[in-house]
């Protein structure tokens, strides 16, 4: 059974953002995280923010989806090596916003890369190709292309195309 991000229901992207900022603070709150914890995923909310504020542009959608996927590898490590010693209530509680916001990312890697695709009206070609097969937008079945510049016009003679014999007139 192949996995489709399309039939996750859709998640408009303030509500990812606002989703984030909540589980990113409440994150942050243990004593367990690390100050680089908090710088890339300042990085990363401001990349989202320029996503969102630039939706006829894709780039700020592709710089979107390449840190998303920067920072999950760096929220595995990080909560790897500074899972916290101690059992208190308050540091479990942060580790586990901090495994929600790393899940959370892979819904909003869905809503970036349904973005970038709606940006460039309909072209998968910024969105990284292990992705294409998961995220995309209208028919399964691409039509081929129709050049209608082509069949409009008539077709010119040149000195390329003439025919071999012309008759005289």
Known sequence: MALDLNQLPALPAKT???????????GVQGRWSPDSFIFYNIIYMGCVLWAMHQTENEKPAQLAISVNLAAVCLDIVTIYCYF???FWLSEIFSVICA???VVLR???LSILSRMCIDSSNGATDGIPPPLQNYISRGTANPQSYED?????QPQQQTPGNTPFFTPYR
């Open 16 to 26: 990812a953002f606002i989703a984030h900022l909540i589980l990113i603070t409440w």
């Open 84 to 86: 916290p010693n101690s």
């Open 99 to 101: 495994m929600g916001n």
């Open 106 to 108: 892979f819904v909003t």
């Open 148 to 152: 209608i510049d082509q069949s409009t």
